[in-house]
């Protein structure tokens, strides 16, 4: 309040708004409007004013929200929905209250029992240790690091876990997942598919605030038939392979860093035939990953419509990550835009939503809200054991 108040002095003293206004570091209209409210209310105008609402959506009469109170405490059994038609039934007002509405009143005065929702927490997932090329592939981004022309490289890395093969090595820009889709199709057209790919929880292989951590990217491999493992979070030593190869590589394609992507990419192609096909591996018996690898039998050739034939109805999700039921949305992921999903009735106004073999969640069509049940991509549904 004090520059306010030294600011309204001064204009009051005959200096010039603009000028002033320059001097404060505030526009002309901000200053206008200090002047208004002191001419109008004097110093009082110049304090912090609320920026609480005049009316808040969910602030009831008192005579109704005690009416709400009371029926609870009379039928405690009862949720918002049967109390809305009670309060209907008894109150004089010209509309009953909204079920959200009814539900906060409750939730203030402690007469909500708040289930325990599972939300995903970044945990890791069941590691393996497979000795046969193509069980598991590991992938990571190696740390940024600046061109000679000042921008920023960020290379997209894929390796075999048992025979340490190199199968990507690619230079880009960012790590946007539309950027990583080409670089993984290559690898699974060049290489087949991999029975796993381990990564860590970061994008774009992971998404901490999507349902159960899932990445548009991870979908894709789940639709593909790759198995997701995950290492925990602050320990990659959990994906030591990979790192150890990340330091090669920065010490040997990195140092000095190129002059721009072009050259840099020229660098990590000579760097993947060196790796795999020259450099000895003290962990392979002095042996080249060469010289253990080789391609997946099982090809890659994209996508087959996902199907339902044992569930009520097959639905769409939407690019905002919905589904339409009945006329209602149910909110799923954004993660799962595009894709088929499965909606079964497993209670009386109750469905159960599944995407493959997985099932995701509940929601009642009343709510319309998804209830997400035990991570169904946590270790119970990886054939793999613990490292």
């Given at each position: ?6 600011f ?5 003293d ?11 570091g505030?526009s ?84 909500v029992?708040h ?142 860093a ?14 993947i ?50 589904i ?25 106004r ?5 995407f ?6 509940y929601?009642?069509d ?22």
């Amino acid at each position: 309040m004090d520059e306010r108040v030294r600011f309204v002095a001064r204009l009051l003293d005959g200096e010039k708004m603009a000028p002033l206004c320059a001097e404060f570091g505030i526009s002309r209209k901000t200053g206008y409007k200090l002047y208004d409210r002191y001419k109008a209310c004097g110093a009082e105008g110049l304090t912090d004013r609320s920026r609480r609402p005049f009316r808040q959506a969910n602030q009831l009469p008192f005579a109704i929200e005690e009416l709400i109170v009371r029926l609870k405490r009379e039928y405690p059994g009862w949720g918002a929905p049967k109390i809305r038609e009670k309060v209907r039934q008894q109150s004089t007002a010209p509309h009953a209250p909204a079920i959200s509405t009814i539900h906060a009143v409750l939730d203030r005065h402690g007469l909500v029992k708040h289930r325990r929702r599972r939300r995903h927490t970044t945990r890791g997932t069941g590691l393996s240790s497979p000795t046969v090329a193509n069980v598991l592939w590991c992938a990571d981004y190696k740390g940024e690091f600046m061109l000679g022309n000042r921008r920023y490289c960020y290379p997209l890395t894929i390796t075999d876990f048992a025979s340490r093969y190199l199968l990507a090595c690619e230079a880009l820009g960012t790590t946007q997942a539309r950027f990583a889709f080409p670089i993984f199709e290559r690898a699974f057209k060049d290489f087949g598919l991999p029975g796993a790919i381990r990564t860590d929880n970061g994008g774009p292989f992971a998404s901490a605030h999507a349902l159960y951590g899932l990445s548009k990217l991870s979908v894709w491999w789940l639709r593909l038939g790759i198995q997701i493992e995950r290492i925990k979070p602050g320990h990659p030593q959990q994906n030591g392979r990979h790192e150890r190869m990340h330091l090669t590589l920065k010490k040997e394609a990195t140092k000095p860093a190129a002059a721009n992507v072009l050259q840099q990419q020229a660098r990590f192609d000579a760097f993947i035939a060196r790796y795999n096909q020259e450099r000895p591996h003290q962990a392979l018996g002095m042996k080249v990953p060469a010289d253990l690898y080789a391609s997946s039998s099982r090809a890659y050739h994209g996508l087959t419509e996902l199907t339902y034939p044992l569930h009520d109805k097959t639905l769409t999700v939407t690019n905002c990550g919905r589904i339409c039921f009945n006329g209602r949305k149910v909110n799923l992921s954004h993660v799962f835009a595009g894709q088929n999903v499965g909606v079964t009735q497993v209670g009386d106004r109750v469905w159960l939503v599944s995407f493959m073999q997985y099932d995701l969640g509940y929601f009642d069509d009343e709510t319309c809200r998804l209830e997400p049940i035990e991570n169904p991509f946590g270790p119970k549904v990886l054939p793999m054991s613990p490292e």
